[in-house]
């Protein structure tokens, strides 16, 4: 039993080994706070239940959801308990764990970063400061301050010199704040209040004790949110970030294999994207096919080897490894054309240096970099996609040349998991990076969600095949990259941004 913190919001701060254990999971039971965002990293088998809480709804109670772990636990499932922030932080996760201890189930603890430090942290607000705050002190705002049972004595937190930090407050935010007031704290110390923090949805309002409470009802501030009453409030303005780039506020969905998309995730959340990877294909290699083993036998006599994309690469460096051909079957003379820098980049990183990489990419612009290369009666290897437009081998044999047009590997359609789905039709923008991305996520979704595809999030394409079989399948295609590749989809999802609503 794996229990994680999930980090203060941004799915990016879960920690590597958070991350690791989410993905071996067969079951995972999640919050609502910080953890959907999550649910794209999980086995595509596995079980997803929600047990999160909001003010007034639960999902399902704390005392069932002690009783499915333990009963999960017990029958030996690998199961990971996703909650928001640190799991020992007001999460419940301790008497989580108390239980399944109990019960003889192993628990391994995977801390989390505390919203109640990430949040500030995020809005410029240092916890700490020399001269100014020496301490912080954490507390609960989710008690009633008028109880007379409350285990919060407001009267000693109003006189420590410290920081002070509030979850679960913004309900009784200005009952906290009469009562600090009332046992001594000043009415002007700065205080702030930081909602959705660490996320693309961060707001924050910074004010005074005695008008945080109007501030934020003015703003609409609601929660979830962090309340920090304290001097170091007061660095915030030179300490926040300046700007969260061109994507900020925005959600774009990315549908490329999950193995290939953490470059593409990186570059749109560097530029303050939220990101939802909605993987709908699998790369998967065909390298014990009759049709490969013969390839690579020949390996040496081929004259010009094609290689369509970085996925041919890899799937070529496969198909020679598992056949046992290394660098002494090529020959010198050998050509080797690479569709686009990154193709040429995959295939430098398996020793071979591309000698022709055409400056458009598409199979079309292989025809033309070759215009005045001799083929006829020459042996040429295209290494490509199953599937895959076969404008390259029908326009050199057409020139006389024996092609051998081998498919090294194949996309199979994943489905993502429902809730993804949901999150991804409501998003700002998605993105195709292949003509196989637009069909397979069309396949995963019903008539209903088609409809709001085609209504909703703005398209931003890789390129002119990729946008023809989307506008074929009836999506509008609002901006095609100027350059086929993964710099020019970035560039291209920055002017989907910059479009009017």
């Known amino acids: 039993m794996y229990l994680i913190g999930a980090g203060p919001g941004d799915p990016g701060l879960i920690t590597v080994r958070g991350r690791e254990a989410l993905m071996r999971a067969e079951v995972v039971l999640y919050d609502r706070l910080g953890t959907e965002a999550l649910m794209d990293l999980v086995r595509p088998d596995a079980e997803l239940i929600d047990v999160g809480k909001a003010p007034g709804r639960a999902a399902m109670s704390q005392d069932d959801t002690t009783a499915l772990l333990v009963r ?15 799991p020992f932080v007001f999460g419940r996760g ?21 919203s109640a430090i990430g949040a500030p942290s995020a809005a410029g607000v240092p916890v700490t400061y020399r001269g100014m705050a020496t301490a912080f002190t954490v507390v609960t ?23 002070l930090i509030v ?43 005695a008008t945080l409470a109007d501030r934020v009802e003015d703003e609409g501030l609601g929660n979830p949110a962090i309340l920090v009453f304290g001097d170091v409030v007061s660095r915030a303005p030179g300490l926040a970030p ?14 490329r294999a999950r193995a290939q998309a953490s470059d593409l995730r990186g570059a749109l959340e560097a530029l303050g994207a939220r990101v939802i990877e909605m993987p709908v294909i699998r790369i998967q290699p065909t390298t014990a096919s009759p049709q490969v083993s013969a390839a690579m036998a020949a390996m040496g006599q081929h004259d010009i080897v094609v290689l369509t994309s970085p996925n041919g ?9 598992a056949h046992g051909v290394d660098a002494r079957h090529l020959r010198p003379d050998q050509t080797f054309v690479a569709i686009g820098p990154a193709t040429a980049d995959a295939l430098l990183g398996i020793g071979i240096r591309a000698d022709v990489v055409p400056e458009r990419f598409v199979g079309e612009a292989v025809l033309e970099a070759l215009a005045g290369t001799p083929v006829e009666g020459r042996r040429v290897l295209i290494a490509r996609a199953r599937h895959a437009r076969p404008v390259i081998a029908d326009g050199l044999r057409a020139r006389g040349a024996i092609v051998d047009d081998v498919p090294l590997y194949e996309t199979v359609a994943v489905r993502p998991p429902d809730g993804v789905v949901q999150a991804a039709l409501d998003a700002d923008i998605i993105t ?70």
């Open 313 to 321: 690469v890899d799937a070529l460096g496969a198909a020679m490894a």
């Open 242 to 255: 300046a700007g969260r780039g061109p994507l900020a506020g925005r959600t774009v969905v990315v549908t």
């Open 432 to 501: 195709f990076t292949s003509s196989s991305t637009v069909t397979n996520t069309l396949d995963v979704l019903d008539p209903g969600q088609r409809a709001r595809l085609a209504a909703g999030p703005v398209v931003a394409s890789i390129g002119p095949i990729t946008s023809q079989t989307a506008r074929d399948a009836g999506l509008e295609v609002a901006v095609e990259a100027g350059t086929s590749d993964i710099p020019g989809l970035i560039e291209a999802v920055i002017r989907a941004a910059a479009l009017p609503a």
């Open 72 to 86: 999960l636990g017990r029958e030996g499932r690998v199961v990971a308990r996703l909650k928001g922030g640190d």
């Open 141 to 163: 705002g989710h008690e009633d301050p008028a109880k007379d049972t409350e285990q919060n004595d407001w009267g000693l937190l109003a006189r420590l010199p410290h920081t």
């Open 94 to 114: 301790a008497e989580e764990a108390e239980a399944l201890v109990a019960a003889g189930v192993r628990v391994l603890v995977v801390p989390g970063i505390t």
């Open 167 to 209: 979850l679960m407050g913004m309900g009784r935010l200005r009952g906290i704040a009469e009562r600090l007031m009332a046992a001594g704290r000043p009415a002007d110390q700065p205080a702030a209040a930081i909602q959705w923090g660490t996320t693309d949805r961060q707001r924050e309002v910074v004010a005074t004790l």
